[in-house]
């Protein structure tokens, strides 16, 4: 079964300052990888989707990008944090087995 | 915009009792249909999951109820217990992308 690494865990970080947030997948070979942002008291919005190497397509637009430079480790940055930027990330990709997708364990950001 | 509408946002039962989530999808290509729950600072975990041929899915204590024509799914949580307090969330697919539900906070008292 697959595994999800996110790091850092929690994250505070001024406006206006840059942004890396790193997943990294084991036990599978080539997945869709995602992006997706949980705000306070609200639902998931997916923010970006992978399919390959270097492919990568944005739900939102936004003050973020994202880049997969290897098959199984997705980056989401930011050149200059918005208050607006806060809020839980993760990382996630489908199941090996069934359908449906694996999360990681988040991170928090908080922007001030 | 929002393909699913999940409710209530948040319900409060009594140990024993039963708690009831509904979501209902608008775009009739979905054809995945799973609830998460997530505990405070953790990820989401699939919980249960159904497929748009089946009206009914049951798993141990959760259950899900499913309405084609109406376009409307439902988790109903039996015997609640202290540990199920979480946020649930119903979601849909189709291709490769889920779409989720606001999220329905539970609390269960003992």
């Known amino acids: 079964s697959q595994t999800i690494h996110q790091w850092p865990a929690t994250l505070v970080q001024p406006v206006g300052s840059p942004l890396s947030l790193e997943c990294t997948v084991e036990g599978t070979s080539n997945p869709n990888l995602y992006w997706y942002r949980q705000a306070a008291g609200r639902g998931l919005q997916l923010l970006f989707y992978s399919v390959g190497i270097g492919q990568i397509s944005s739900e939102v637009p936004q003050n973020l990008s994202a880049s997969r430079p290897q098959d199984r480790q997705f980056i989401l940055s930011s050149k200059k944090l918005l208050l607006s930027d806060s809020g839980f990330y993760l990382c996630?990709?489908?199941?090996?087995?069934?359908?449906?997708?694996?999360f990681g364990s988040g991170t928090r950001l908080t922007v001030v | 915009q929002q393909q699913v509408k999940q409710s209530p946002q948040s319900l409060i039962v009594q140990k024993g009792g039963i708690s009831i989530i509904n979501c209902a999808y608008e775009n009739t290509a979905f054809d995945y249909f799973p609830w998460y729950q997530q505990f405070p600072g953790k990820g989401p975990a699939l919980l249960i999951a159904?497929?748009?041929?089946?009206s009914e899915k049951k798993e141990g204590r959760f259950t899900i109820s499913f309405n084609k024509s109406a376009k409307q799914f439902s988790l109903h949580i039996m015997d609640s217990q202290p540990g199920d307090s979480a946020t649930y969330f119903c979601?849909?697919?189709?291709?490769?992308?889920?779409?989720f539900g606001a999220g329905t906070t539970v609390t269960v008292r003992a």
């Open positions: 996630a990709c489908p199941r090996g087995s069934g359908y449906g997708y694996t």
């Open positions: 159904i497929r748009p041929d089946v």
């Open positions: 979601a849909s697919s189709n291709d490769y992308k889920l779409s």
